[in-house]
């Protein structure tokens, strides 16, 4: 079935005029044209508009593309796992310090999502994890919280 | 929330000398620090504020003013307003937070609703004020702040295009404006270098600014200084005529960069860093960073440097058009 | 020849064992900040400043020279080998030196992104020995209207990084384009599009935006074949003779577009690195095969961003300007060391500003002789499987975001956009265009602003402009020229299949 082939495409494009749709509301709350020249207002606008109907037109060029073109996608569980993993390991950055969760989120992929073996995957894990914040947190002097008491 | 903060120490050699100097003798009674001081600049590496902390952190450290660690941690943002956030959200009544604020910081919530004011900080000093002057190009054909308001009076409003580095010298268009009784048309960059380079390559009529990029050029004679907008005539430009003596009625119109702590800390903490800061303004590295900036030495403290601030804030509305809510 | 006398002067100042160990340092550490994404050179010149306070000047703008266009060498590395740009000068180089380094040939890729950077870091290093005066003072006449015009010369590249879609293309550059007008306003100092987050003031940081959609993006998509993927070869460091021969002219071309383009103030590298790799694609006979790992695709922005580097000097040494942000904090180094920036600058402090004219020939002597085994040996870290190269990976882009602005913010920004980057690798909707457009719109947006409020409000100041004009004649050229192409290859075409 075409459409089923193709939605998922249809769907990040209207992402894309969303966007557009909103920047032109947005735009409309700042002035668009004062004195001599252009102000806040007027590039959102131009922009907006022009996302909105550039996104159109690929949807538009994605329901007249003849089905045969339809590329086959590969599966999407993985890249899905890994993004879970970094969005957690980023969202418990600001609780617990980098050091914990930058090891566990490599942890998970290498023994979970690649099934690697846990010792090796655990060793790896905690070496890079102590190499990268040598070198940013001390070296380089950027002020990571590494541990959960370095707030 | 109590914590020790390891965050960029300056200098390898600090965490030594700092636990070397005995706690507090210097300073007697009252609170000294008990674990690392953060220093906090609302503002990314490299800027013109960001620097002059570095050179506080570094009297500090240097001189061993403390008996802990200081550490640096930048903050930028919004015009200073992510780090005032970050010190009125996470750094509550800490007396081992110190924040660098300037005026930038105390302009940024005027046009800004969401930003932090600086009333969310306690300011403990100033060191310096930063001076603002007429620039116009070397080989133009005014010699003098007089020829050129003249013929800025004889032409429609906003005939005149001035080069501008951010609001600040917005502002003191306004104040020059607002002197001479006709609009200068302000054209916005994003620096002082900026406006420095479209000046010389003619592309506007003058510039209001800091002297600090325009000091090279000045000597050389690149560009000309018209007037000043303070009381009394520079040092570092003797020749340079203030707007006043000239017949000019512009307000005095300077820049302020300054230390504060968190909202809510004791009146002894307050002291304890009054006195540090006085230490760090007499040190001859602080004396020298400001003099090379062309700055001038304006070591403000505790309540009159809050009564200043207010009076800036009226200043800075006014200007900007944005009277205080009542 | 006076100023081969006075060079002759600064290489005596310059080959003292102190300058040498200085500039030694400078390129050594700006090689190291240029491999971490998110350090920039003009990060670690501020972290240093401080502690050289009260030193040599010399040996220190030496050194911080060193971080500055040392940074453009590494930035390469981690661009080539992981897809991650490590400066934002080296993103084009994540496209096609990524690709070579999936075939095997990251040595190669990584070799001649050195010998490029070092002949365009020395020519560019004698142009600023020869001409830097009167080069600096032509750059002066670039006003509002002019880098209007070039930013949409360089609007209209859009299309010649997009890939096999151009409406998807074009799309992602409006885009990035939309994404350049998030936070403070720096005409008015209001605040667009910020949904009320006090962290998005600034608006969203290139690095963050090139490390999410090139590093993370590729991660995501490619995750899926890393259990199969074979552990790739590598190969040789010096590329071959036909290699050499389509490298040379694109080194060429891109020295000399870096150097001009660097020049002049507030455009900068970044810019540089892009019109060059549209450069190469425009003149390339095989322009289909940009994307998949065309050697000239790396020869040239390379070039073109060292050459740019070296020429942001001209404007800082000659004229006191900075002409770009690292060189504004070199410029305020200066000042911190009792100097006064300005046009006086090549004869009241001749002796420090030659002794680094000196420094540039003998530290991009230094990086090469560096370089060529470094490629090697960073080449060797894709013998490692993909599914053990993976997860380090995400970590670097997780800590170098953090450490662009200490903001973990900048690490969801980095989570989102790494998601938005793998939808757009599945889609085919390309990620560069995104990019330039966030590069250009801030400029775009002021230029275009500027220029009305400076021409009150007429729009003959574009025309009426020689530079400005020219400039937007070529942009039009570069938007009817494939069109008309088209036309005369269609009426061709039906005559060849007549024959056929």
């Keep these: ?151 | 929330m109590t914590v020790s903060r390891r965050k960029f120490v300056i200098g390898a050699a600090t965490l030594a000398v700092g636990m070397a100097s005995v706690a507090g003798t210097a300073f007697g009674q009252g609170w000294t620090p008990t674990r690392d001081v953060e220093l906090v600049i609302p503002f990314g590496v490299g800027g013109g504020s960001d620097l002059m902390a570095r050179v506080i952190g570094k009297v500090i450290v240097e001189e061993k003013l403390l008996p802990v660690p200081l550490v640096i941690n930048n903050r930028p943002g919004g015009g200073g307003a992510a780090g005032i956030g970050y010190v009125s959200a996470s750094r509550k009544a800490d007396p081992h937070t110190i924040i660098l604020v300037n005026g930038t910081t105390q302009i940024t919530p005027i046009l800004t609703p969401q930003a932090k004011t600086l009333t969310e900080v306690q300011p403990v000093a100033n060191f310096m004020l930063d001076d603002f002057l007429l620039f116009v190009k070397g080989d133009s054909k005014y010699k003098t702040i007089q020829e050129f308001v003249e013929d800025v009076k004889s032409k429609p409003d906003k005939t005149f295009n001035f080069a501008t580095g951010g609001t600040t010298d917005v502002m003191a268009i306004t104040v020059f404006s607002k002197a001479i009784g006709k609009q200068i048309n302000p054209v916005n960059f994003n620096s002082g270098g900026e406006a420095l380079t479209n000046l010389l390559g003619g592309h506007v009529d003058g510039v209001i600014g800091n002297p600090l990029e325009f000091m090279g050029h000045l000597k050389s004679g690149a560009v000309r200084a018209l007037g000043v907008f303070r009381d009394d005539r520079f040092e570092a430009f003797g020749d340079v005529p203030t707007m006043k003596e000239s017949g000019i009625n512009a307000e005095n119109f300077q820049m302020w960069r300054g230390i504060a702590l968190p909202k809510g800390v004791s009146e002894e903490v307050q002291t304890y860093w009054q006195g540090i800061m006085r230490k760090v303004a007499e040190s001859a590295t602080m004396k020298k960073y400001i003099a090379d900036n062309a700055a001038a030495e304006s070591f403000i403290v505790g309540k009159d440097f809050e009564a200043f601030l207010a009076n800036q804030e009226k200043l800075y509305r006014d200007l900007l058009g944005k009277p205080a809510a009542q | ?500």
Aim: charged share 10%; glycine share 10%.
């Design chain 1, 1 to 151: 079935m075409k459409l089923d082939a193709i939605k998922g495409e249809i769907a990040f494009a209207a992402l894309f005029a969303t966007v557009g749709l909103y920047w032109v509301a947005g735009s409309l709350d700042f002035a668009i044209w004062s004195g001599f020249a252009p102000d806040s207002g007027f590039l959102p606008l131009v922009f907006g508009v022009l996302l909105v109907g550039l996104s159109v037109g690929v949807i538009v060029m994605l329901l007249t593309t003849p089905v045969e073109q339809v590329v086959e996608r590969e599966p999407l569980t993985k890249s899905f796992k890994l993004l879970g993993a970094l969005i957690l390991a980023v969202a418990s950055l600001d609780f617990v310090g980098f050091a914990v969760p930058l090891f566990l989120m490599m942890l998970f992929m290498f023994s979970y999502v690649e099934k690697l073996p846990l010792v090796r995957s655990t060793i790896v894990s905690a070496v890079v994890t102590g190499i990268f914040l040598v070198i940013f947190a001390r070296w380089l002097q950027i002020p990571v919280p590494v541990f959960p008491w370095s707030y």
């Design chain 3, 1 to 500: 020849m006076e100023s081969l006398m006075d060079l002759a002067g600064g290489f005596s100042t310059a080959i003292t064992p102190t300058n040498l160990l200085m500039c030694f340092l400078g390129v050594f550490l700006g090689q190291l900040v240029g491999v971490l994404p998110g350090i920039g050179p003009s990060a670690a010149i501020a972290l240093l400043l401080p502690l050289t306070f009260g030193s040599d000047p010399t040996a220190s703008i030496i050194m911080f020279a060193g971080i500055y266009y040392g940074a453009q060498y590494g930035g390469t590395i981690t661009s080539v080998l992981l897809s991650v740009p490590g400066e934002s000068t080296t993103v084009m180089t994540s496209i096609e030196g990524y690709q070579m380094a999936k075939r095997g040939d990251a040595g190669k890729a990584l070799g001649i992104a050195a010998i490029g950077s070092f002949f365009a870091g020395t020519i560019g290093a004698l142009g600023l020995t020869l001409v830097a005066p009167p080069l600096a003072k032509a750059a002066l006449s670039f006003g509002p209207p002019e880098y209007f015009s070039l930013v949409v010369l360089g609007l209209m590249a859009l299309a010649a990084v997009s890939g096999a879609s151009v409406l998807k293309g074009v799309a992602a550059g409006i885009a990035g384009l939309i994404l350049a007008t998030i936070g403070i306003d720096p005409q008015t100092g209001i605040s667009r599009f910020d949904f009320g987050a006090v962290w998005l003031l600034d608006g969203i940081e290139f690095i963050v935006l090139t490390v999410a959609l090139f590093g993370i993006g590729e991660v995501l998509a490619s995750c899926s074949q890393a259990t199969e993927q074979p552990v790739a070869k590598v190969g040789k460091v010096l590329p071959n003779r036909d290699e050499m021969r389509r490298s040379v002219p694109a080194i060429l071309r891109g020295t000399t577009i870096g150097f001009f383009v660097g020049v002049l103030p507030a455009t900068g590298a970044t810019i540089a690195s892009f019109v060059a790799y549209i450069v190469e694609k425009k003149v390339s006979k095989h322009p289909e095969k940009f994307g998949t790992g065309v050697i000239e695709g790396v020869a040239g922005p390379e070039a073109s961003n060292n050459a740019a580097a070296t020429a942001a000097m001209i404007p800082m040494l000659a004229l006191g300007i900075p002409g770009s942000g690292t060189t504004a904090i070199i410029l305020g180094a200066l000042i911190m060391f009792g100097l006064q920036p300005g046009p006086e600058m090549f004869t009241q402090n001749s002796s420090l500003v030659w002794a680094v004219i000196a420094s540039l020939y003998i530290g991009n002597v230094m990086l090469l002789i560096m370089n060529l085994p470094l490629a090697n040996m960073f080449a060797q870290l894709l013998k490692v499987p993909y599914k053990w190269l993976y997860p380090p990976i995400i970590t670097l882009c997780i800590l170098g975001v953090f450490s662009q602005a200490n903001s973990i913010e900048d690490c969801w920004l980095l989570a989102g956009f790494g998601a938005l980057g793998w939808a757009m690798k599945r889609y085919d909707w390309p990620a560069a265009p995104m990019i330039l457009g966030l590069v250009l719109g801030p400029i775009f947006e002021s230029s275009l602003r500027q220029s009305l409020t400076i021409s009150h409000g007429s729009f003959d100041i574009f025309m009426t402009r020689p530079i400005s004009l020219s400039l937007l004649v070529v942009a039009v050229l570069f938007l009817v020229l494939p069109v008309l192409a088209s036309i005369i290859g269609k009426r061709k075409a039906p005559s060849v299949g007549e024959c056929a």
